[in-house]
T-cell receptor, first 113, second 105 residues
Framework: EAGVAQSPRYKIIEKRQSVAFWCNPI?????LYWYQQILGQGPKLLIQ????????DSQLPKDRFSAERLKGVDSTLKIQPAKLEDSAVYLC???????????FGSGTRLTVV | GIQVEQSPPDLILQEGANSTLRCNFS?????LQWFHQNPWGQLINLFY?????KQNGRLSATTVATERYSLLYISSSQTTDSGVYFC???????WGAGTKLIIKP
């Protein structure tokens, strides 16, 4: 079974620029998550989708972050404009049901300079 | 909200040693999972263990829900066990800060 695919693997941008990350979950997984992991910390949930609907986005900084999951499959996470403190690894995960059976992608390491 | 504390924060062992990692949580939970993040950043789910004991090869985990803690045991450590071990609770996954484990050959 193919894993969770994420791209790009690395991204360096200047502050105030915009950036987008892409995630393709495991086929058939209804639930998709985006996490932010700052160096030395555990991941923090940004947004959770169930099919193409948002279940939880309480920790998503909505003034600069946005995410969508069109047709309940692929998802994109966008940051506009980026700040220095957005430097982190952005992890996508999917699961067949909410809260169980997680598979994580390799992540996108974002550096904002 | 629920607080998750992991100990120790860092652990350095020789290959072949055994280790015990602890996860304390501040309130009752209906979901607890252990994850391993390898040195390249890949996160792997080790156990789904809201209560009781499970074993998978050299790894085992025990959760005592009434006392709000979980333990992860690693026996006969190998260098490939190195990385960060995270405990996460509840269905939205509230994560601890992790235990960084280094296994020296």
């Amino acid at each position: 079974e193919a894993g969770v695919a994420q791209s790009p693997r690395y991204k360096i941008i200047e502050k105030r620029q915009s950036v987008a990350f892409w995630c393709n979950p495991i086929s058939g997984h209804a639930t998709l998550y985006w996490y932010q992991q700052i160096l030395g910390q555990g991941p923090k949930l940004l947004i959770q989708f169930q099919n193409n609907g948002v279940v939880d986005d309480s920790q998503l900084p909505k003034d600069r972050f946005s995410a969508e999951r069109l047709k309940g499959v692929d998802s994109t996470l966008k940051i506009q404009p980026a700040k220095l403190e957005d430097s982190a690894v952005y992890l996508c995960a999917s699961s067949p049901i909410s809260g169980y059976g997680y598979t994580f992608g390799s992540g996108t390491r974002l550096t904002v300079v | 909200g629920i607080q998750v504390e992991q100990s120790p924060p860092d652990l350095i062992l020789q290959e072949g040693a055994n280790s015990t990692l602890r996860c304390n949580f501040s309130d009752s939970v209906n979901n607890l999972q252990w994850f391993h993040q390898n040195p390249w950043g890949q996160l792997i789910n080790l156990f789904y263990i809201p209560s009781g004991t499970k074993q998978n090869g050299r790894l085992s985990a025990t959760t005592v829900a009434t006392e709000r803690y979980s333990l992860l045991y690693i026996s006969s450590s190998q260098t490939t066990d190195s990385g960060v071990y995270f405990c996460a609770v509840d269905y939205q996954l509230i994560w601890g800060a992790g235990t960084k484990l280094i296994i020296k050959p």
